[in-house]
């Protein structure tokens, strides 16, 4: 009798342990899963976009620059050949000032330690040209 009674109690036990998951799974509403917060993303870099701009070819009537550095009391280079149109720049190194002139008095031009001075020449030509303080300094521009 102990033996049965027993199996009985555990026979319930183990319907109502059956019952009750039963119970929960069926019964119980299931949860809206909880909505996720949107994590911050973070920033995503901007992809630099290569630049398809083709290179602009040089062509004719592109402006030209002809460098002449003033150093050392000399012109350098001190004979250029030039196209017409080309816009030519002396830029002083020297300590001491500089007066750039033209022999037929086209241009001239005053630079100070560091500057500099620009002329474009639109004539062909041959423009010889000196500085008004060192008469040693001569230059040749050649403009064809
Ligand atoms: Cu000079």
């Known amino acids: 009798m102990k033996k049965i009674t027993g199996l009985l109690i555990g026979a319930i036990i183990l319907i109502s342990l059956a019952g009750c998951t039963t119970n929960q799974w069926t019964t119980q509403p299931r949860r809206p899963a909880p909505q996720q917060r949107p994590t911050p993303t973070p920033p995503t870099p901007v992809p630099t976009l290569p630049t398809t701009q083709p290179q602009k070819e040089p062509t004719a009537g592109a ?20 196209k017409i149109g080309t816009t030519v720049t002396w830029t002083n190194q020297d300590k001491s000032p500089h007066i750039i002139a033209s022999n037929d008095k086209m241009f001239n ?10 002329y474009t020449f639109n004539k062909a030509g041959t423009y010889d040209y000196h500085c008004n303080i060192h008469r040693t300094m001569t230059g040749t521009i050649i403009v064809q």
Not at 68 to 79: A, D
Not at 110 to 118: A, I, Q, R, V
Request: glycine residues 6%.
């Open 63 to 82: 402006h030209v620059t002809q460098n002449i550095t003033i150093q050392n009391l000399k012109f350098t280079p001190s004979n250029v050949t030039i």
């Open 109 to 118: 031009g005053n630079l100070h330690p560091k500057g500099t001075f620009s």
